[in-house]
C-alpha cells in the first residue's frame, strides 16, 4: 500500500527506498518558491513522509508562518494525525509567530532572540532519548520570516543557519528549510539565499509555468539532488523536472489531499488521469475534484 | 401537454411545455399528481417554465401557490425555485461529504457564513469580489490590496469592506495617514435601497423568455434560489453599495468605530497596540464566533508617514499584526503603493499577504485599448487577483481568469467583471487569441495582464 502512494517527488527525494536509515539524514533540503506557487506543499508531503509509522522520526518544526492548526488541518488531509504525534512526541512545533528580536540596539538584542531559538533546538535534541535521537528532523517555515524577526539582520539569520547545520553534522540530523527565492532576485548580492543554496544537498524549487496559468497544472517542480559519494554511494547530480497538481482525493470516503506529477522529464509518462466516480457524489470545491478508489 | 421525464434512480428532472389552453394552476397540480407517482425517487425535482410575459400572475402569489401545492403532496424534501429561474436544481445526494454552504447563515451571527476547511468568511463589500474569491475573506487572514499611484481605486474596495462591516454590525478599526481619518466615514457608501433591487430584477426577469431547463447543468452554482423573503431581509451576506448615497450615520455612532492616524506617529508602535487591543477583542475560542471585527488600513507606507523609510519595522510590524489575527476573528485589509517600496520588500509584503490584489488604471480614450476590449468605456479600472487565500489547505485556488475589469453600474455600483474581447474587425484577419485570460497577448502595450 505504501508504494502505491509514493509518488514522484519521493522519488526523486530518495524516499523511495527503506525508510531506516532515513534517507535524509545528514542532508540539508531547501525548498524555494515565489508568490505564484507556493512551495510549502513540499514541506507538508516531507512531514508526512517523516511521520510514517514505518520510520522513528522525530520533527522539530519552527514555525514563522503559520499556526498549529493550520498544519494539524491539512496533515489530517494527507492521512497524519499531528496532535496524536505531537503527544507522543514525535512531532515538536515551536510556534513562533510573534517572535520579535527587541531592537533596542540593534547589535547585540537581535541576535539574541536567535541564540535563544538555537539553545532551544539544542536542548530539545539532547533531551530526547537515545535511539531517537539519531532521527531528527529540524524544519524551518519560512526564513524570510526569520529575517523579518531579526529586524534585517541577516548575518545573525545565517549564523543561526550555520548552527543548525552543524547539528545535521553533529547529530546526523536533517534540516528542511523553506525561502522565497524571488524576494532576493532583485538584490545585487543575495548573501543568504546563495549561502543556503550551496550548503544545500536537495534544491526543490516551485515555480509558475512559463506558459502563464492552466487549469489542470499548479505549476513545475525542479528537484535538484546533490548526490554524495557517501553511504548509499549515489554520486553526480540528478535534476528532476515535474509538472504538479494538487488535488481532493477521495478514498473510501475519506478525504485524502495528494499530490500527483503529470510529467517526469526523466520517464515521459503521463499519470493517467481519474474516473470519476459518481456514486460517491460531488460537492462544490474550487479544486478539481476527482474520485479515486484506492486499494487497501 | 408535453412532458418530459427521465426516470432516473437518482432524481426526476421533469420539463413542462405550457400550452396556452391550460390554466397555470391547474399545471401545476398536474405536475404535482405526476410527480407523487415518483416519490418511491429520493430526489424528485421539477422546473416549470413559464413565459413570463404571459404569466399575469406576479411571481409572488404563484410561489404561494405552489407552495402549498407542494407542500400538500410532498414533505421536505422538494424545493422550491422561483419560476422564472426555470431550471431544475438537483439536490445531491445526502452523503458524508455534503456541505450545505448556504448564503446566510441562518443559526450564526449575519454577515458571517461558514466555508470549507472550518473557516469563516465574511464578505467584501463586492458581490462579485467574494464570488471570484471563494466565499469572501476568511477570518483570521490579512489582505493586502497593491495600489496604483495614479488611480484611488483601491479606495472603492475599502470603502465597500468598511460599509459591509458598519451594515453588518461589525466592529472596524481605521487607520490612515490623512489628518482627519474619522472625516473618511463620511464617504462610506450606503445599501441600496430595496426598489432598486426589485425593480432590477424585475427588468431582469422580463427579457429572459421561455428558457427550458434540459441543460441544468448549467445553471446550477449560477443562480441561487431567489426566495422573496429574503429581498426583504437586511441582513443579506453581501450588500449591494449604493456609491452616491452616504451611510447614515447611525451606523457609526452606535457601534465602535475607532479611527487612528498613522501620519503623526514616530513609528508604528501605536498603531500596533490599538490593532492589540482589537483584536484581543475578537479571540477565537473554538468554533463559536460572537462577532467578526475588520482592521482597515490605508496606505500604510505612504511617504507622509514618519515609518515610511523604515522597511524592517513595517515588516515587523506587519508580521506581528498577521500573527495576531490568525488567532482571532478578525480580517485585516492593508493597502499600499508598492511602487513606494523596494522590489524585495514589495515581494516580502506579497509573501506576508493571505489575498493579494492589485487594482491598476485604465487610460482614458486609449484607442488600442478600445479595440482589444468590449465596454471598454464603462470601466474605471482594472482588479487583479494574484494570491487567494488558503488557510487550513494546501490546495491553491486556480482562477478561470485573475484580471477583472472595476465598472460603475449606473455610476453608482461597484461590478466586477471578466474581461472580454470585442469583436475582432473581420478586415484585419489577426486573431487575438483568447478571451478574458491573462496570458499576456502581444497588443496588451503598457498594461499588464
Known amino acids: 500500500m505504501e508504494n502505491q502512494n509514493l509518488n514522484l517527488l519521493d522519488r526523486a527525494l530518495g524516499l523511495d527506498g527503506p525508510s531506516e536509515p532515513w534517507p535524509l539524514s545528514g542532508r540539508v533540503v ?6 505564484e506557487t507556493s512551495g510549502s506543499f513540499v514541506l507538508h508531503q516531507l512531514v508526512k513522509r517523516s511521520l510514517s509509522p514505518t520510520s522513528s522520526n522525530v520533527i522539530i518544526f519552527v514555525a514563522f508562518a503559520n499556526p498549529f492548526s493550520h498544519y494539524d488541518r491539512i496533515l489530517r488531509k494527507l492521512g497524519c494525525n499531528l496532535v496524536t504525534q505531537r503527544d507522543n512526541k514525535r512531532f515538536i512545533f ?128 525542479t528537484v535538484l539532488n546533490k548526490g554524495t559519494s557517501h553511504r548509499l554511494g549515489r554520486s553526480g547530480n540528478k535534476i528532476h523536472n515535474f509538472h504538479y497538481k494538487l488535488y481532493v482525493v477521495l478514498w473510501r470516503k475519506k478525504l485524502v489531499i495528494s499530490i500527483d506529477k503529470g510529467y517526469s522529464s526523466e520517464k515521459r509518462s503521463f499519470r493517467r488521469t481519474y474516473h470519476v466516480n459518481g456514486r460517491l457524489g460531488f460537492w462544490n470545491l474550487n479544486t478539481l475534484c476527482v474520485t479515486h478508489l484506492l486499494n487497501g | 401537454m408535453k412532458a418530459a421525464q427521465t426516470p432516473h434512480k437518482k432524481e426526476v428532472p421533469c420539463v413542462f411545455g405550457r400550452p396556452p389552453q391550460l390554466p397555470i394552476t391547474k399545471i401545476i397540480r398536474l405536475s404535482a399528481a405526476l410527480l407523487a407517482r415518483h416519490r418511491r425517487c429520493s430526489t424528485p425535482t421539477a422546473a416549470l417554465s413559464l413565459p413570463p410575459r404571459v404569466c399575469s400572475l406576479r411571481p409572488e402569489s404563484l410561489s404561494c401557490r405552489l407552495s402549498t401545492i407542494y407542500s400538500w403532496h410532498f414533505t421536505g424534501k422538494t424545493k422550491l425555485c422561483s419560476v422564472d429561474a426555470a431550471m431544475a436544481t438537483t439536490k445531491p445526494r445526502l452523503s458524508s461529504f455534503s456541505r450545505n454552504l448556504s448564503a446566510v447563515s441562518s443559526s450564526q451571527t449575519p454577515g458571517v457564513k461558514c466555508g470549507p476547511n472550518g473557516t469563516m468568511f465574511v464578505s467584501s463589500g463586492i458581490a462579485d469580489l467574494d464570488k471570484i474569491l471563494g466565499g469572501g475573506f476568511p477570518l483570521g487572514s490579512l489582505v493586502m490590496v497593491m495600489e496604483d499611484a495614479e488611480a484611488p481605486h483601491h479606495m472603492l474596495l475599502l470603502r465597500n469592506f468598511m460599509s459591509q462591516g458598519l451594515v453588518h454590525g461589525q466592529p472596524l478599526l481605521y487607520a490612515s495617514p490623512s489628518k482627519d481619518p474619522r472625516g473618511f466615514l463620511g464617504t462610506l457608501p450606503s445599501p441600496a435601497s430595496l426598489k432598486h433591487d426589485k425593480s432590477r430584477d424585475r427588468e431582469s426577469e422580463q427579457e429572459k423568455g421561455l428558457r427550458i431547463a434540459w441543460q441544468y447543468k448549467k445553471y446550477m452554482g449560477e443562480n441561487q434560489p431567489n426566495f422573496d423573503s429574503h429581498r426583504d431581509n437586511k441582513q443579506d ?27 503623526d506617529s514616530k513609528n508604528l508602535a501605536a498603531l500596533q497596540e490599538h490593532c492589540a487591543s482589537f483584536l484581543a477583542q475578537h479571540q477565537r475560542n473554538d468554533g ?9 488600513i490605508q496606505s500604510l507606507c505612504a511617504p507622509q508617514c514618519e515609518h515610511s523609510n523604515m522597511d524592517w519595522e513595517m515588516l515587523s510590524f506587519i508580521k506581528s499584526l498577521k500573527g495576531m489575527v490568525r488567532s482571532s476573528n478578525a480580517v485585516v485589509v492593508i493597502t499600499f503603493p508598492p511602487s513606494l517600496l523596494s522590489l524585495s520588500s514589495t515581494k516580502r509584503w506579497q509573501h506576508m499577504a493571505d489575498t493579494l490584489l492589485s487594482v491598476a488604471a485604465i487610460p482614458d480614450e486609449d484607442k488600442e485599448l478600445a479595440k482589444l476590449l468590449s465596454g471598454y468605456q464603462d470601466m474605471v479600472g482594472l482588479l487583479n487577483v494574484h494570491k487567494v487565500a488558503r488557510l487550513n489547505t494546501q490546495v491553491p485556488l486556480i482562477l478561470e481568469a485573475t484580471t477583472f475589469s472595476i465598472k460603475l453600474q449606473k455610476r453608482r455600483f461597484l461590478v466586477l467583471e471578466c474581461l472580454n474581447q470585442a469583436p475582432v474587425d473581420g478586415s484585419s484577419g489577426s486573431s487575438y487569441g483568447t478571451s478574458g485570460s491573462c496570458s499576456g497577448s502581444s497588443k496588451a502595450g503598457t498594461l499588464d495582464f
Open chain 2, 237 to 263: 451576506y453581501c450588500n449591494e453599495f449604493d456609491l452616491r448615497k452616504p451611510l447614515e450615520r447611525h451606523y457609526f455612532t452606535r457601534q465602535r468605530v475607532n479611527c487612528v492616524g498613522i501620519q
Open chain 1, 94 to 221: 515551536f510556534d513562533m509567530l510573534m517572535l520579535r528580536c527587541p531592537d533596542v540596539d540593534e547589535g547585540k538584542s537581535s541576535e539574541g532572540g536567535l541564540v535563544l531559538l538555537y539553545e532551544k533546538i539544542l536542548k530539545t535534541i539532547c533531551g530526547l532519548p537515545g535511539d531517537k535521537k539519531d532521527y531528527v528532523t529540524i524544519m524551518i517555515d519560512d526564513i524570510s520570516l526569520v529575517e523579518v524577526a531579526a529586524n534585517g539582520g541577516s548575518d545573525y539569520v545565517l549564523d543561526f543557519l550555520h548552527y543548525c547545520h552543524a547539528l545535521t553534522s553533529e547529530f546526523d540530523c536533517s534540516l528542511i528549510t523553506l525561502n522565497h527565492e524571488d524576494i532576493y532576485s532583485s538584490m545585487e548580492r543575495p548573501t543568504l539565499i546563495l549561502q543556503m543554496e550551496y550548503l544545500a544537498d536537495i534544491l526543490i524549487k516551485a515555480e509558475p509555468l512559463s506558459t502563464g496559468l492552466a487549469t489542470d497544472v499548479h505549476g513545475q517542480l
Open chain 1, 30 to 35: 531547501l525548498i524555494e518558491d515565489c508568490v
Open chain 2, 288 to 296: 463559536s464566533c460572537a462577532l467578526a471585527g475588520r482592521i482597515a
